[in-house]
């Protein structure tokens, strides 16, 4: 089982950006699929975009796309999802998942995924 641990959230203006990582200890990653999900009070797990341990091949949820990016740094075990021209309607706890199936269109999907950070909390004013 490997441990995964988020931060960098906060309060931000509109249009504003932050940075998301998501340490992994336990484990080294290698042919993981790594996922970040939002969570918004009152509803489910949305898919925001995914990335390939080993290829770094990276996917993105439409609503996000031209606006997020996701990175690894092998050497840290680390994962970070860039926010930028953040909205109001982004505000919600970010987690991050480890797919230990690897990469495939089943990444989009929270259930599939195996392990689980204790997420960290993004808010955007108006």
């Known amino acids: 089982q490997v441990q995964l641990v988020e931060s960098g959230g906060g309060l931000v203006q509109a249009g504003g950006s932050l940075r998301l990582s998501c340490a992994a200890s336990g484990r080294t990653l290698s042919t993981q699929a790594m996922g970040w999900f939002r969570q918004a009070p009152g509803q489910e797990h949305e898919f925001v975009g995914g990335?390939?341990?080993?290829?770094?091949?990276?996917y993105y949820a439409d609503s996000m796309k031209g606006r997020i990016a996701i990175s690894r740094d092998r050497r840290k075990n680390t994962v970070y999802l860039q926010m930028n021209n953040l909205r109001p309607e982004d505000t919600a706890a970010y987690y991050c998942?480890?797919?230990?199936?690897?990469?495939?269109?089943?990444?989009?999907?929270?259930?599939?995924?195996?392990?689980w950070g204790q997420g960290t909390q993004v808010a955007v004013s108006s």
């Open positions: 990335i390939s341990w080993s290829s770094g091949n990276t």
């Open positions: 998942g480890e797919d230990r199936r690897g990469w495939g269109p089943h990444n989009t999907s929270a259930d599939e995924y195996d392990d």
